[in-house]
């Protein structure tokens, strides 16, 4: 089993800042991937109201964070 998705596209994504969507994939991350089986991704897509900068900033924090080992930047 894995678990997909939980970046949320509809609010996040389209309203708010890169560094408040860089805080929730952190914090997705943290919660969701250890075990392992974790894909990071928007809660269901990327559409035309998500703010590029956004996405962008998910991309980056995805790097950033979701590499294993844990903790190791």
Known sequence: MCLIGNIDCRD???FDTPENV???????????AP???YIIS???SIHVG?????YL?????ANRYGVYP????
């Open 70 to 73: 844990f903790g190791v930047h």
């Open 50 to 54: 998500v703010k590029p900068e956004n």
């Open 35 to 37: 075990g392992g089986g």
């Open 12 to 14: 996040l994504l389209c």
């Open 42 to 44: 928007s809660s269901n």
């Open 57 to 61: 900033a998910m991309l980056k924090a």
């Open 22 to 32: 860089e805080k929730a994939v952190q914090d997705t991350i943290a919660k969701a």
